[in-house]
Every structure is written in structure tokens, then in C-alpha cells.
């Protein structure tokens, strides 16, 4: 039996890979999460773009409840391991879990997998890498992430303002996630910088509310899943090589 993690990319059903959309086909079971069981999410949405069977079912996971590990979120964990662990335990097989961006990069089905494995022991976990919102935002407003020899920071704007100054200090090219509410503070932050002129920012990417363009013109309410990337500083072509 298998529970395998598949990153459907931000939003945009074309951008789902091969190997992601064949998993998903094949798959027993397909394990969407949603914030409210009546309503399809963003990853049902490019699930449903490549899958015409009727093997899905959607698990509640509090996506919206920002306070940490707060009780309910706990709690829609436990739920959902368990409705995972049953389907397992009574079918086997694979059951796939489709996940907005990639599987390993800041998405809930790490906690979904560490609860299965303690329910089912014996259950491989594997995982199918999906295309990250910055690697999307970079390709859609012409910004090179990287090159040479300059570093890369990826932080959530969850972890607060200071994250961000520290950021910004130690690291060439800065990606922040989850701006949200505190769109106003980040772009503050990047305009004391010096770093507020060259960033973008994007949110629903490739969908048809999609936002992109400068940082500067980020509103100052931003949706929960928003990205801002701030490049590096270059002056000459290859001059971090």
C-alpha cells in the first residue's frame, strides 16, 4: 500500500507534470484538502483538469486557520489520517493526496503523511514533485531567481517581519510566501532596503483572478497564498559566476 503526495502546482492545470497527472489517474483513491467539504478548493480544481474518474474525495484541513497548531487543525489532521488509514487498511492499494505547489515544500501533506504512518506502519510514502508559486511567479514577470554563485532564501511570511530583515541581510535572491495581511509591512521593508524597485508580486497565478505585477502595487490585504520575489542586485551579465 502506498500514500504518495502529489504537487499539482499553484493553480494552473498546465503545469501539472506528467508523472503527477499519471499518478493521479492510476490512483485508488485521490485526497484532495479543502477548507470546507461543500466547496471545491484550488487543488480539486487542477486535479479535476486531468482526472475524469470519480475516485476523489475531499478532506477538511483548516487551511484557513492561521494560529499554528491550534486545536482544530489538530484535529482535521486526526480526522483525515484517519479517513486515509481506513481506505488503506480496508483496500490497500494507492491512495494519492494532491497538494497545491510541491509535496515537500511547506505543504500539509507532511502532516498527513506522519499521521498515516503512525496508523499504518507498513505504508510506503512517496512523493511527486509539483511546480512551486515562485518558480511560476519568476517565469511570469521575465525575473531570474538565481544565478552564479548568489544564495536563495524561501521563507512564510508566518514567521514574522524579522524573518524577512534577516532575509534580505544574509541572502542575494528572497522569496516570501503567505504575505497576506502583511503585504503593507513587507513592501515597507523592501522599500527601507533599497530592494523595493526590482520585486514582484503574484497571487493566484495562471487562474482567472490572477494578481502580478510590482511589489509596489501589491494591495495591502493580499490573499493568504500570495509570493513576493525579491532578485538579487546584479550589475553586470555573469558577474556571480
Given at each position: 500500500?502506498r500514500?504518495?503526495?502529489?504537487?499539482?502546482?499553484?493553480?494552473?492545470?498546465?503545469?501539472?507534470?506528467?508523472?503527477?497527472?499519471?499518478?493521479?489517474q492510476?490512483?485508488?483513491?485521490?485526497?484532495?484538502?479543502?477548507?470546507?467539504?461543500?466547496e471545491?478548493?484550488?487543488?480539486?480544481?487542477?486535479?479535476?483538469?486531468h482526472?475524469?474518474?470519480?475516485?476523489?474525495?475531499?478532506?477538511?484541513?483548516?487551511?484557513?486557520?492561521?494560529?499554528?497548531?491550534?486545536?482544530?487543525?489538530?484535529s482535521?489532521?486526526?480526522?483525515?489520517?484517519?479517513?486515509?488509514?481506513?481506505?488503506?487498511?480496508?483496500?490497500?492499494?494507492?491512495?494519492?493526496?494532491?497538494?497545491?505547489?510541491?509535496?515537500?515544500?511547506?505543504?500539509?501533506?507532511?502532516?498527513?503523511?506522519?499521521?498515516?504512518?503512525?496508523?499504518?506502519?507498513e505504508?510506503?510514502?512517496?512523493?511527486?514533485?509539483g511546480?512551486?508559486?515562485?518558480?511560476?511567479?519568476?517565469?511570469?514577470?521575465?525575473?531570474?531567481?538565481?544565478?552564479?554563485?548568489?544564495?536563495?532564501?524561501?521563507?512564510?511570511m508566518?514567521?514574522?517581519?524579522?524573518?524577512?530583515?534577516?532575509?534580505?541581510?544574509?541572502?542575494?535572491?528572497?522569496?516570501?510566501?503567505?504575505?497576506?495581511?502583511?503585504?503593507?509591512a513587507?513592501?515597507?521593508?523592501?522599500?527601507?532596503?533599497g530592494?523595493?524597485?526590482?520585486?514582484v508580486?503574484?497571487?493566484?497565478l495562471?487562474?482567472?483572478?490572477?494578481?502580478?505585477?510590482p511589489?509596489s502595487?501589491?494591495?495591502?490585504?493580499?490573499?493568504?497564498?500570495?509570493t513576493?520575489?525579491?532578485?538579487?542586485?546584479?550589475?553586470?551579465?555573469g558577474?556571480?559566476?
Amino acid at each position: 500500500m502506498r500514500l504518495v503526495g502529489v504537487g499539482v502546482g499553484p493553480g494552473d492545470p498546465e503545469l501539472v507534470t506528467v508523472k503527477g497527472v499519471r499518478v493521479l489517474q492510476e490512483a485508488d483513491l485521490v485526497v484532495v484538502p479543502v477548507m470546507d467539504p461543500l466547496e471545491q478548493g484550488r487543488a480539486e480544481a487542477t486535479v479535476r483538469a486531468h482526472v475524469t474518474h470519480d475516485r476523489l474525495t475531499r478532506l477538511v484541513f483548516a487551511l484557513d486557520d492561521r494560529g499554528g497548531a491550534t486545536s482544530e487543525r489538530l484535529s482535521a489532521w486526526e480526522a483525515a489520517a484517519d479517513a486515509v488509514a481506513d481506505q488503506l487498511r480496508a483496500h490497500g492499494g494507492t491512495v494519492a493526496f494532491a497538494t497545491i505547489g510541491d509535496p515537500n515544500v511547506y505543504s500539509t501533506f507532511t502532516y498527513l503523511a506522519d499521521a498515516v504512518r503512525e496508523r499504518v506502519p507498513e505504508v510506503v510514502v512517496e512523493t511527486v514533485p509539483g511546480i512551486t508559486a515562485m518558480q511560476d511567479l519568476a517565469a511570469r514577470s521575465g525575473t531570474v531567481l538565481c544565478e552564479g554563485t548568489e544564495s536563495l532564501a524561501l521563507l512564510p511570511m508566518t514567521a514574522g517581519v524579522d524573518a524577512l530583515e534577516e532575509a534580505l541581510t544574509h541572502f542575494d535572491s528572497v522569496v516570501a510566501y503567505k504575505g497576506g495581511r502583511q503585504m503593507a509591512a513587507v513592501v515597507e521593508v523592501l522599500a527601507r532596503h533599497g530592494r523595493l524597485e526590482d520585486a514582484v508580486y503574484g497571487a493566484a497565478l495562471g487562474l482567472p483572478d490572477q494578481q502580478l505585477g510590482p511589489a509596489s502595487d501589491a494591495p495591502p490585504n493580499a490573499p493568504y497564498l500570495s509570493t513576493v520575489l525579491v532578485p538579487a542586485r546584479r550589475t553586470t551579465r555573469g558577474g556571480k559566476l
